[in-house]
Every structure is written in structure tokens, then in C-alpha cells.
């Protein structure tokens, strides 16, 4: 898969929430290293004013790895709702993909796809 097919791809899945009134903004970019390898950063902006702000490194070459990522929810005070990522922490969690809560508690989390973060945060809405 190119780079450029998995942004059409974000592109169609935040269209698609776009006709639900859900979504009031967007903004993407993309940092190609290669036509396989590459950032791609987001922040969407919800009917409530929340915000997810995303970022993807990207390795396509072979089966799509997410090799760095992050995917903060916040209210509109900036207030964390959750947050996703992969990052190495200290002291060290217990697991590389791991979900922050509003509570200070970190806990082990698969690496979840967009299309799943918006299933939770639409949960959450609605």
C-alpha cells in the first residue's frame, strides 16, 4: 500500500463522519519519506468542541506497521479524555501500546485504527 492510498483512506473514513454533523473541522498533513514511509498528523475538531489530534509513522513497505503513534482525545478546555500511543514511558509501563485515561492511570491497549478511535469518542457523543 502507497502512502498516498492509506490518506485517501483517512480522508474517506473522516468524510463519512462529516454527514453526521459530528465533525465541524479537520486538517491533515503528510510527511512522505518515501511513497511507503511517512508522518501523517490530524486534528479533528467534534460538534462539542473536542478535539482529537492524531499522528501516524508509517511503514507500508511490506504489511501496514504503525511504527511511532499517538491519538489524543481532549475536551475543549484541553481537559484529556484519552490518549493512545505507543511512546516509552518511566518509569516503564507494563505494554509498548498503551491508553492514558483522564485519571492518571495507564493501561495496556492494542493499537487501535482511526476508524476504531472514532467508535469510541462517537460512543461518547452521542
Not at 4 to 21: A, M, P, Q, R
Not at 23 to 48: A, Q, V, Y
Not at 59 to 69: E, I, P, Q, S, W
Amino acid at each position: 500500500m502507497l502512502l498516498s492510498e492509506y490518506l485517501s483512506d483517512l480522508v474517506k473514513l473522516i468524510d463519512e463522519h462529516f454527514k453526521t454533523n459530528l465533525i465541524i473541522d479537520s486538517e491533515l498533513t503528510t510527511d512522505s519519506r518515501t511513497e511507503k514511509i511517512g508522518i501523517i498528523k490530524g486534528s479533528i475538531t467534534f460538534s462539542n468542541n473536542s478535539r482529537l489530534i492524531f499522528t501516524e509513522y508509517l511503514d507500508l513497505r511490506y504489511k501496514a506497521k504503525k511504527l511511532n503513534y499517538s491519538f489524543h482525545y481532549q475536551k475543549q478546555d484541553s481537559t484529556l479524555i484519552f490518549r493512545y500511543d505507543n511512546a516509552e514511558h518511566r518509569p516503564p509501563v507494563d505494554a509498548s501500546g498503551h491508553k492514558h485515561l483522564p485519571s492518571g492511570k495507564i493501561v495496556a491497549a492494542e493499537l487501535p485504527s482511526l476508524k476504531d478511535i472514532f467508535t469510541e469518542i462517537m460512543d461518547l457523543l452521542l
